[in-house]
């Protein structure tokens, strides 16, 4: 017997439109396949010993998520004092990729300014993305250089990236290399002093 079914697969953000998944089903396969991008999702096929598995890579729904940061503890689009705003929001810190807006070209990413120093980094990158961590799971421990203690927040990192998960969110920038293509994206740290 052979059946096809249809339901809502999940919603494109920013009222992009629906995802449907169509299912296709016999008594020696099943196959799941999304309209996004006639993609896919599941194949489930017999063993030697008939028993059915899914032998696809795919994604069970559309689960990442594209969110504004205006009015958020994630609005750090103009300069704020770490610390307070960490303090403010009651975040245990950061470790999360910020997207950034869609362009192969050099683009700056992120500005960071130390009051103490003076020092001031700028970061610039083709990548669509940066992952901001803020050190949540220093705890003292970590020796750096001549007996440096490095405590809870002591430290960041400003990580260009891919979106993480890219690979299985259809409406995120791709990270597929296909055969011939060639990697190329470059990051840039420019420091300073104001």
Not at 111 to 132: I, M
């Amino acid at each position: 017997m052979v059946s096809v079914t249809r339901a809502v697969f999940g919603e494109l953000p920013a009222g992009a439109g629906t995802v449907e998944k169509f299912q296709l089903q016999s008594d020696l396969l099943r196959v799941d396949v999304i309209s996004w991008g006639c993609t896919i999702t599941a194949l489930e096929v017999q063993d030697r010993q008939g028993r059915a598995s899914d032998v696809a890579l795919g994604f069970a729904g559309l689960e990442g998520e594209i969110a504004p940061v205006q009015g958020t503890a994630f609005d750090l689009r103009k300069p704020v004092e770490l610390g307070k705003h960490l303090q403010a929001f009651h975040l245990n810190g950061f470790d999360h990729n910020f997207c950034l807006k869609g362009s192969k070209e050099k683009h700056l990413c992120a500005r960071v300014y130390h009051a103490g120093s003076g020092r001031v980094l700028e970061v610039y990158t083709t990548q669509p993305g940066v992952q901001f961590y803020t050190g949540n799971f220093l705890d003292g421990t970590l020796k750096g250089k001549s007996g440096a203690v490095y405590p809870k927040h002591s430290g960041f990192c400003l990580e260009t990236q891919n979106w993480p998960d890219a690979v299985n969110q259809p409406h995120f920038p791709s990270v597929l290399l296909r055969p011939g293509e060639e990697y190329n994206h470059t990051t840039w740290f420019k420091f300073s002093v104001a």
